[in-house]
């Protein structure tokens, strides 16, 4: 097998694999959306990261089109309490911390992708903007679970960026895909975790068609 096509739910040129994830509760009851979590508490990787701070940043500050803020302003003014961990002392917004000793950090508890995922998982905060695998690998019962991965990934989902909700069993698809994108990495480069078990796979169709062929020149006149 090889891999030859790829999803890409956003604008490449302009976007990185960035979601907001939340708690199942907050999906319930109708359709919800990143408006509804102005006065929550919020989860950000990092202080001006890609991921964690600028995508979110430059989302949220549509809503502050007629207001001159910057993005430490906005993002104060739309959250109650913001953790947002930074290698530089001072320079992180960390009042949302629950470990305010610590967590500001970059070797915080609540620091990186799987440190924003942390900070929703232990009720830290309310929602979590991360890379988009973390908690297919972070959740119990991910390759990469810790001490502290005592949720399973089906207790959250994917905020969409124009509302709703969608469940974390792969990559947020559901929610803004936009075409196709060929893969010009080698198949096992691509694959990365997956890639063991493509390889078993791929033996276990050519030990059928060994099979096959054996059966077949063991029939006279076939």
Known sequence: MKAIANEFYMNQTESYASVAIVN????EGGKVSLSDFKGRRSCHGGYLTAVGWNYPVK????FYQSRHMNDGEIITDFFSAVCAPSDFNG???CHGCANKNNSCFSNGPY???SGAFRCLVEHAGDIAFVKDDTPILYAKEGPYNQIWSTKLANEFMYLCPKGGCREINGYPGDCITQGLAEIKQLTR????LSAPISKTIQQWNDDKVKIAASNTKSVPGV
Not at 24 to 27: L, M, S, T, V, Y
Not at 189 to 192: C, P, T, V
């Open 111 to 113: 620091s990186g992708n």
């Open 59 to 62: 989302y949220i500050s549509s």
């Open 24 to 27: 199942r509760e907050a999906c």
């Open 189 to 192: 480069s691509y694959l990365g």
């Open 91 to 93: 320079m992180g917004l």
